[in-house]
Structures are given as C-alpha cells and as structure tokens.
C-alpha cells in the first residue's frame, strides 16, 4: 500500500486560488494512479481529479474542468492539485487517493477502486 498525507487546504475567498499537495511513501507510487476526491458535509465523496502513472492522462469531474489542474512528481513521490477560480461548492475535505492494485494507465472514478486514502485538508471557500 502507499501512505499518504495532503497538505495546503485552507481559507480562501471566492475566485482565490489554492495548490493542494499529496506526499506519498511506498515503492509503488510511481505505478500507481492518483485521484483526488471530496467530501462536503452530508453528501457523499466524489471525484474530483485523476492521472495516470506517468502523467500524461488526466481526467476531470465536470464541475472542476478548466479550473482545477492536476499533477504529479514521481522523483519526489508527489501528486499536486491547482485550484484555481474557487467557488463557495468547492468548499470540502479533500482527499488523496491511489489506485495501485489496477492498471497503471486506467483512471477510475470511483471510491471502491481506490486501496489508499490520506487522512484529508480541508478547503473553504468564502463567498
């Protein structure tokens, strides 16, 4: 399994940016996909992003296209999210998922594919 631990939530107003960080540790990070998902308070957790092992596949929810950026730093066992644009409906608990038992090069969206989650940050959006 990989162990994970995010970082960068906080505060921040309405069209304000914020860049989420996720470190990993475990040999198999570089093979795994990555997602990121959130948890609003009385809804379910939902996809937000996801890319593949090496980075050049990415996958969006439709409400953060164009606005959210997901990337990944294997040297440095790393998976970021750009935030950008940021709305009040973002406000959430963000979590860091991977996805290492599956294929390397297929993004799924669903919670039940992913063996590892990080503890979570929060992210607040005034308005």
């Known amino acids: 399994q990989v162990q994970l631990v995010e970082s960068g939530g906080g505060l921040v107003q309405a069209g304000g940016s914020l860049r989420l960080s996720c470190a990993a540790s475990?040999?198999?990070?570089?093979?795994?996909?990555m997602g990121w998902f959130r948890q609003a308070p009385g809804k379910e957790r939902e996809f937000v992003a996801g890319?593949?092992?090496?980075?050049?596949?990415?996958d969006y929810a439709d409400a953060v296209k164009g606005r959210f950026t997901i990337s990944r730093d294997n040297a440095k066992n790393t998976v970021y999210l750009q935030m950008n644009s940021l709305k009040p409906e973002d406000t959430a608990v963000y979590y860091c998922?991977?996805?290492?038992?599956?294929?390397?090069?297929?993004?799924?969206?669903?919670?039940?594919?992913?063996?590892?989650w990080g503890q979570g940050t929060q992210v607040t959006v005034s308005s």
């Open positions: 890319i593949n092992w090496s980075g050049d596949n990415t």
């Open positions: 475990g040999r198999t990070f570089s093979r795994s996909v």
């Open positions: 998922a991977a996805d290492a038992a599956r294929s390397p090069f297929i993004i799924m969206t669903h919670t039940t594919n992913y063996d590892s």
